[in-house]
């Protein structure tokens, strides 16, 4: 993806490749640019260079969003700009755009409806979400099913289904739950953003404790470059991108908890 790049060309090398069926695809975008393809595999051997106009149609070519279009567009005259000025200006705007891009609600597009006071409500404790998202599971769309799966007391599960339920959050019908508003995201500068954290946290504590096999748990210490660092925190972004299109059609079978960390102590 292009957002993973700060030299155009050096993305333009793994989009396009030297070999194989990558080296057809730079002869057909030199049919699209109405050039030869010495004059593509020069511009990207650093010999020449592609124009504003080539940019365009590059990404016309590669099928970008807009998004994309706007990025790799910024990278290029980054690239070929004539003065240290021009180049900072369109460094901040690429810095802008890949800081807007860390944060996960930019990467996998949810909204949130409920407002602070629900917030507080929602968030802290772990069971409301849990409820939240086990309705969508047609075996625990029953009261009786909700409390042998997530082992709730009786007024605990009812005090959550009527807070859901009252919030749209939850639907029920003749006894039978379902899932309502389909994603809930808490913005990292929320106050609640701690206690959100935390619950799941203790709650992958229980799951270590139960041995499970099937689980997975990871924790390590790492010395590594800064520069590194933030390498690997793109990594863990762009692997929660990639796992959005794999859940969005996922059966609802089983309920997980997934959470992920990289800090520095």
Known sequence: M???????????????????????IRSRLAKHLNCQTSFVTQALR??????????IQISEFLNHTEDEKHYFMLLHQRDRAGSIQL???YSRQIEEIKEKRSEVKERIKVDGGLNEKDHQVYYSQWYYSAVHIAVAIQEYQSFESLLKRLSLDKRILTETLTF?????LVEEKGGHYKIGKARIHLDKNSPMIFKHHTNWRLEGIKALESQNNDNLHYSSILAIAREDAQKIKQMLLKALEDIEPVVAPSPEEELYSLCMDLFKL
Do not use: P
């Not at 859901?164 to 749209?168: A, E, N, T, V």
């Open 87 to 89: 180049k900072e200006y």
């Open 46 to 55: 650093e010999r020449g260079d592609f124009s504003i106009e080539h940019a």
């Open 164 to 168: 859901l339920s009252s919030k749209g």
């Open 2 to 24: 292009v957002f993973e790049y700060d030299d155009y060309k050096n993305y333009l090398k793994d989009c396009l490749g030297t070999t194989g069926q990558q080296r057809g």
